[in-house]
T-cell receptor, first 111, second 115 residues
Framework: KQEVTQIPAALSVPEGENLVLNCSFT??????LQWFRQDPGKGLTSLLL?????REQTSGRLNASLDKSSGRSTLYIAASQPGDSATYLC??????????FGSGTRLSIRP | DTGVSQDPRHKITKRGQNVTFRCDPI?????LYWYRQTLGQGPEFLTY????????KSRLLSDRFSAERPKGSFSTLEIQRTEQGDSAMYLC?????????????FGQGTRLTVV
């Protein structure tokens, strides 16, 4: 059974810092891994999708990496801004045709 | 096509009432998922459809819950005899299935409050 874990559950950093969010999964037989952002009370906003054959994806100040063999992904946010404050969710497209989510990391950027 | 659409966006109901939510997927997306998200948690898988066939249901989907996708297009999720524990965000996603490396797109969700 695929399980997805995100550490830390919450993170608070001052504005301008670079930061890394972590995601681990138990079954390496995945198809995609996707990072989402969720603002309070809102739906999911897709940030980056990494296909199983890829190692990383970049979009602006965001970079996501994927290491299937070790069951890990990281989301790197450069030069953080207060507007980056949100919950970040990692989702794994498992071999069982389901998308499994972690519990998220709640990020707060202090001005 | 403007993406996955969910209706209503918010629903407040009294305990014991029945509620129904609708999801309109992206055109030609043959796979449709339902998820439930409670406060502070990630979305949890409820069920998914390949065209009109419901291929898997989570154990979270008690007998008070039923989902349909009658013509392989839009889907409905009905909750009968709602309980306070049903209060959550219900999310729908669609995907062009067959190939498993296609991206799934999520709607904005329906927030249910049972009072």
């Amino acid at each position: 059974k695929q399980e997805v874990t995100q550490i830390p559950a919450a993170l608070s950093v001052p504005e301008g810092e670079n930061l890394v969010l972590n995601c681990s999964f138990t079954d390496s037989a995945i198809y995609n891994l996707q990072w989402f952002r969720q603002d309070p009370g809102k739906g999911l906003t897709s940030l980056l999708l990494i296909q199983s054959s890829q190692r990383e994806q970049t979009s602006g100040r965001l970079n996501a990496s994927l290491d299937k063999s070790s069951g890990r992904s990281t989301l790197y946010i450069a030069a953080s801004q207060p507007g980056d404050s949100a919950t970040y969710l990692c989702a794994v497209y498992s071999s069982a045709s389901k998308i499994i989510f972690g519990s998220g990391t709640r990020l707060s950027i202090r001005p | 096509d403007t993406g996955v659409s969910q209706d209503p966006r918010h629903k407040i109901t009294k305990r014991g009432q029945n509620v129904t939510f609708r999801c309109d997927p992206i055109s030609e997306h043959n796979r449709l998922y339902w998820y439930r998200q409670t406060l502070g948690q990630g979305p949890e898988f409820l069920t998914y459809f390949q065209n009109e066939a419901q291929l898997e249901k989570s154990r979270l989907l008690s007998d008070r819950f039923s989902a349909e996708r009658p013509k392989g297009s839009f889907s409905t999720l009905e909750i009968q005899r709602t309980e306070q524990g049903d209060s959550a965000m219900y999310l729908c996603a669609s995907q062009f299935g067959g190939a498993r490396d296609t991206e799934a797109f999520f709607g904005q969700g329906t927030r249910l409050t049972v009072v």
